[in-house]
């Protein structure tokens, strides 16, 4: 990603808050800048799937590569494997996977949620803008279905829009049931605002950190719930078929404390893993959580499940470049709607700062590229965020309302109000996913994939506060379809399915060395988890 | 690879239910022969040395000879069965969907040959698609004149019926179709008295697999030698092998009975999936037993796998690969006939649920010497103690994986 570039020290030198700075130049064609630098528009990062399900369909490479692997176990890791029923299992500890076991427990199913981590770690956590839903008087479902619609270029499923815009008011009416809080106006109603892409004010929100708020709601109501059962540290290596190899029919998971496997034996999965942040696509870094790496795409795909939309990710503009721990950490895109402006190198601005994100993405790549960004000792590159012209505009700003901003960067040291912010995009969502109907059921029976795990609900840009409503509304709506499931006979657990997947890659002549999923990034698996 | 010997799967005979194109591929001739001489059928067949395909490998004249020597009070039956639920197999649903005249003309003559008038296609409910192709099929019969001279062969009005079958595992077993053809729980009989004399509401009744009943017209037509030199000896004919597991090309294969496990695997098959070796094959059917790899070059025809202590079953082999376990496959296959057991016969209801329970304890780390100790006298116990063999093709599944591969069992023990 670099070209030179002025180091960092240097640049900082060069730096003067009360610079005079010339309008930024004019954008003439933004199709050709997108094509130039934009990840998604890449041609060298895109690729035609071989097998499976999507075989013929263009998918990002790194991705390709994983949908396209040998499973991890054979069926000779599974002698002696100890065994549990349960009547829903679900794979992932975030926002909607906790929804989804609230609602199946709810109506009196026995429910298993597993995760990978811990109950909580997950990209739900970090949403820090806030959750749409259409409550406003002068706002409406139909609004909110066409501004959902048009942000995502037309590419969503209007079924599933308009599915996850009705359900808004309930899912905020049933957070709020649940404990949840969010700002309100002098006179108590609830506060909204409006944001990039939105017709009407929309945004629910708790400070700058809706998403850590609903999370300790979600998983007080899932510890304290007598139906469900949690297990962490649990990371899913398989999915289990039936003896065709067609039905999902449970999973197989290990430990990260004991190596083990254990089998679990479901009548429906549901699959809530989120995101593939931590593949770091096309050597992006990456605003998403240690275990966003992608597990349920790989899962559901060798199990014959159709995915849709997998050239299309988000990269949000500004991700922390320095310091270097901190890396693709998100400022929240309230700091340039606040004012913030960017520049490079050289002290000027060359993209208008509210533009949409692909563009202004594609705009500091550029820079980077072109040798006009600020290079920092490991070779990454970046370009300033003013903030402390934006403090300097507006004194006190900064605290006021960006106190999780403020509190990051100065325990490193950085204080923004005085010194500009390092940024560069940082791979922020998986806009495509597995393809489901308006109950979250994949194309494989008895399995079902919810969250940023699903694709169609936000086409091929997704805007902002929809990503919690999302996980809510389909989460929930699974849950319930989910205990519907059922099975005459006994429910015979095989990988059946992984030697279909097995035989194609053979068929295919493609070779059987990387294996998926990965389960956590390479740089955090040393030591820990030798796969 | 030769080119695989399709009679059945003969392209041109897999048009589904088009009549017309089945009439152009020769479909019709072995039907206007039955009802010149339907004697001289049965004759056929004896001489052909046809078995059942469903998995008894029983011979299909002795039963013919039977219903044939009744009267008819006041009908004679003919079931078709099309319930395949053993694990593995996959050959019947084929036969149905892709060439159902052909499995009708073979049911027709079959039932000129022993004086059937009622004629019933007793197929698995989850079928869908073969449903829907007899289905389809039968309404081209009605509509056609080929029923109505085949009723006048053979003097009384010949009906054709398609019942779904009760979706239980059980209900293939011949007594216990007859049951749901009633109308009741499909709950297997004691015999005798055998169906032949007193089957559907107390009238004969022949019961044949539909892939036996699908090679009739074909004996019809060439003649019992051509079918005798179709198969390699002692084998007649050819078998429909569902090939499933750990291989390259799963499916149905169409070849010479008695064609050998080495040949079906490796040549056919494509070989094992990643090169792995062979560990052992399960041969699906009512009594499945397992093949291990010295058993690569016997031929998979009912006599032959009989005499090495094995049997050939619906010619389902299911091939597992070194790496497999064997105890979590047969605590598997326990499971389901756990649940598969009608619950008539205590020994049969008990002994499956004890013998899975204990299996899985064994599988799941938590089996102790004398679990294994009690697995092993139920084997002897319990054979031939249920009216239907589903209690005694059980222990045979059992009693073959502890011949073959004791020391797995040890080693899984806690």
Redesign the interface.
């Known amino acids: 990603m670099s070209n030179g570039g002025t180091p960092l020290a240097q640049a900082r030198a060069l730096y003067r808050v009360d610079s005079e700075l010339a309008a930024p130049p004019e954008l003439a064609d933004p199709d050709t800048l997108l094509n130039a630098f934009h990840p998604d528009h890449l041609r060298s990062s895109v690729v035609k799937l071989a097998v499976g399900a999507n075989a013929g369909e263009n998918c990002q490479r790194e991705l390709a590569q994983q949908l396209q692997a040998e499973a991890f176990i054979d069926e000779a890791d599974l002698a002696g494997a100890p065994v549990t029923d349960t009547d829903v299992l679900i794979i992932g500890g975030g926002g909607a996977g906790c929804a989804a076991a609230l609602a199946a427990a709810g109506r009196g199913a026995r429910v298993l949620l597993v995760t990978k981590l811990r109950l909580g770690d997950s990209n739900t956590v970090m949403a820090e803008g806030g959750i749409q839903a259409a409550i406003e008087p002068d706002d409406s479902i139909q609004r909110h279905i066409q501004d959902t619609l048009r942000g995502g270029h037309h590419a969503g499923d209007p079924e599933l829009v308009s599915a996850m815009a009705q359900d808004g008011p309930e899912v905020i009416r049933w957070l709020i049931e649940e404990g949840m809080q969010f700002e309100q106006t002098a006179s108590g109603d609830l506060h909204t605002r409006k944001a990039g892409g939105m017709s009407a004010a929309r945004i629910m929100h708790c400070r700058d950190y809706t998403g850590l708020e609903m999370m300790r709601v979600l998983r007080e109501a899932v510890i304290q719930h007598r139906g469900i059962e949690v297990w962490e540290h649990s990371p899913a290596v398989e999915l289990l078929s039936n003896e065709r190899g067609q039905k999902c029919v449970g999973a197989v998971f290990t430990s990260l404390l004991d190596g083990r496997f254990r089998i679990v034996r479901t009548h429906s999965v549901i699959l809530a893993t989120g995101g593939l942040g931590r593949l770091h696509l096309n050597n992006f870094p990456t605003s998403n959580h240690l275990g966003a790496t992608g597990d349920g795409l790989v899962l559901a795909y060798r199990i014959g499940a159709q995915l849709r939309d997998l050239d299309s990710f988000q990269y949000h503009p500004t991700g922390l470049v320095h310091p270097p721990y901190l890396s693709g950490k998100l400022v929240t895109e309230g700091v340039r709607a606040a004012g913030a402006l960017m520049l490079n190198a050289a002290g000027q601005r060359f993209v208008d700062e509210l533009l949409p994100r692909d563009i202004v993405c594609a705009a500091i790549l550029r820079e980077c590229a072109e040798g006009r960004g600020i290079r920092v000792d490991d070779g990454r590159v970046g370009v300033w965020l003013d903030t402390p012209r934006l403090e300097r505009s507006q004194p006190g700003m900064l605290e006021r309302q960006f106190p999780k901003l403020l509190a990051r960067t100065q325990m490193s040291g950085i204080d923004p109000r005085s010194e500009p912010l390092l940024i560069h995009p940082t791979l922020h969502y998986q806009n495509g996913g597995v393809v489901i109907d308006v109950n979250g059921a994949t194309t494989v029976p008895g399995l079902f994939a919810v969250g940023e795990l699903a694709g169609g609900i936000h086409g091929r840009n997704r805007i902002m506060g929809n990503a919690l409503l999302d996980i809510i509304s389909f989460g929930r709506r699974a849950g319930v379809a989910a205990i519907s499931e059922h099975d005459r006979g006994p429910k015979k657990v095989t990988l059946e399915h992984v030697n279909q997947a097995r035989r194609a890659l053979t068929l295919a002549g493609m070779p059987l060395t990387q294996r998926a999923p990965q389960i956590l990034p390479d740089y955090a698996a040393k030591g820990i988890w030798n796969r | 690879m030769e080119p695989l010997t399709s009679i059945l799967l003969h392209p041109e005979r897999r048009v589904g239910a088009d009549m017309a194109r089945w009439a152009a591929a020769g479909g019709g001739q072995a039907l206007a022969r039955a009802a010149q001489d339907p004697a001289g059928v049965r004759v056929a067949i004896r001489e052909a040395d046809l078995r059942g395909m469903g998995g008894s490998g029983f011979t299909v004249w002795r039963k013919w000879e039977a219903v044939a020597a009744e009267l008819p009070k006041p009908d004679k039956y003919l079931i078709v069965n099309g319930n395949e639920d053993e ?2 197999t996959f050959k019947d649903r084929m036969l149905l969907e892709e060439t159902p005249h052909q499995v009708i003309e073979g049911a027709l003559v079959a039932a000129l040959a022993v004086g059937a008038n009622r004629v019933v296609f007793y197929v698995n409910p989850d079928l869908k698609q073969s449903l829907a192709a007899v289905d389809a099929a039968i309404a081209q019969w009605h509509a056609s004149e080929r029923l109505a001279q085949a009723s006048k062969a053979l003097g009384r009005t010949l009906e054709l019926s398609l019942r779904p079958a009760s ?1 239980h ?1 059980i209900g293939g077993e011949e007594t216990a179709a007859i049951s749901w053809v009633e109308g009741g729980f499909p709950f297997p009989r004691g015999k005798p008295p055998y169906p032949a004399q007193a089957g559907v509401h107390g009238c004969p009744t022949l019961i044949n697999n539909v892939e036996t009943l699908a090679h009739v017209p074909h004996i019809v037509v060439h003649g019992a030698e051509w079918f005798r030199s179709l198969g390699k000896a002692p084998g007649t004919g050819t078998k429909l092998y569902s090939l499933s ?2 291989v ?3 499916g149905v294969y169409e070849l010479p009975m008695g064609t050998t496990l080495r040949e079906l695997i490796f040549e056919h098959g494509g070989g094992l ?2 090169g792995k070796p062979l560990k052992a094959v399960f041969t699906g059917g009512p009594s499945c037993s397992l093949l291990t790899p010295v058993n690569l070059d016997v031929g998979l025809d009912f006599d032959s796998l009989r005499a090495c202590g094995g049997s050939l079953g619906t010619g389902a082999m299911i091939v597992v690969s070194e ?3 064997i ?2 496959r047969v605590a ?1 296959y326990m ?2 006939f ?2 598969s057991s009608c619950g008539q016969c205590n020994s049969c209801k008990v002994g499956t649920a004890t013998m899975s329970r204990l299996l ?1 304890r064994i ?3 938590r089996g102790t010497a004398a679990d294994l100790d009690t697995l092993e006298n139920l084997c002897a116990l319990l054979p031939g103690s249920g009216r239907c063999h589903l209690i005694s093709g059980t222990v045979q599944l059992l009693d073959s994986s502890f011949r073959h591969f004791h020391n797995e069992y040890r080693q ?1 023990l806690r």
């Open positions: 694990p593995g979706g595992y597991g750990d390259l090309h799963p999936l990643s790496g497999t376990g105890v979590k598997e499971r389901f756990a649940h899985d599988d799941t780390g899984a």
